[in-house]
T-cell receptor
Framework: SQTIHQWPATLVQPVGSPLSLECTVEGTSNPNLYWYRQAAGRGLQLLFYSVGIGQISSEVPQNLSASRPQDRQFILSSKKLLLSDSGFYLC???????????FGQGTRLTVV | AQTVTQSQPEMSVQEAETVTLSCTYDTSESDYYLFWYKQPPSRQMILVIRQEAYKQQNATENRFSVNFQKAAKSFSLKISDSQLGDAAMYFCAYRSYNAGNMLTFGGGTRLMVKP
């Protein structure tokens, strides 16, 4: 069966420090991968999506970047965190022929 | 671009009663998918139900059913016999057949269940 792993679950980082959140998928090949951010009590904002290795599309200009070094690995990064980067980050994937997305357990990021 | 609107930030229901959550969307496409996701306090996103736009029959999953009105671009979720475990944020989502198959989410509705 298909599964998704996202880590870490929680992270507290100082302003100006780097960030690396990782997400891996098991049980399927060539998934579409997504990073979403969710502000407290709010909806999900799509940050990045990828349809293949090295193919990244950005939905919102920001302080973050994404990379897909392997077929089932998706990384969210920042060189210097801002206070406004605090939030809940969710990784998700879809795979053919299923139309629904499957989500990781999320990372709660607090920038202090 | 597609947009999804949930006009009810919060709803409450008495245990064992029925509640309906509203969702409208805007699209120029004819083929797409619609979903309802549940996010409990753990914040894990859980798929509740999905609807294919080409299907006229409304989807049903146990106590959960939808009222899909394609012409009106409306997709409401009905929860029957509400249980305490139904308390959560509920998100309506749209997925195109194209454009990288991204999901677009509504702002969510917080459902409270009163014992």
């Amino acid at each position: 069966s298909q599964t998704i792993h996202q880590w870490p679950a929680t992270l507290v980082q100082p302003v100006g420090s780097p960030l690396s959140l990782e997400c891996t998928v098991e049980g399927t090949s060539n998934p579409n991968l997504y990073w979403y951010r969710q502000a407290a009590g709010r909806g999900l904002q799509l940050l990045f999506y990828s349809v293949g290795i090295g193919q990244i599309s950005s939905e919102v200009p920001q302080n973050l970047s994404a990379s897909r070094p392997q077929d089932r690995q998706f990384i969210l990064s920042s060189k210097k965190l801002l206070l406004s980067d605090s939030g809940f980050y969710l990784c998700a994937f879809t795979y053919h022929p299923n139309p629904e997305a499957f989500f990781g357990q999320g990372t709660r990021l607090t920038v202090v | 671009a597609q947009t999804v609107t949930q006009s009810q930030p919060e709803m409450s229901v008495q245990e064992a009663e029925t509640v309906t959550l509203s969702c409208t969307y805007d699209t120029s496409e004819s083929d797409y998918y619609l979903f309802w996701y549940k996010q409990p306090p753990s914040r894990q996103m859980i798929l509740v139900i999905r609807q294919e736009a080409y299907k006229q029959q409304n989807a049903t999953e146990n106590r959960f059913s939808v009222n899909f009105q394609k012409a009106a671009k409306s997709f409401s979720l009905k929860i029957s016999d509400s249980q305490l475990g139904d308390a959560a944020m509920y998100f309506c989502a749209y997925r195109s057949y194209n454009a990288g198959n991204m999901l677009t989410f509504g702002g969510g509705t917080r459902l409270m269940v009163k014992p």
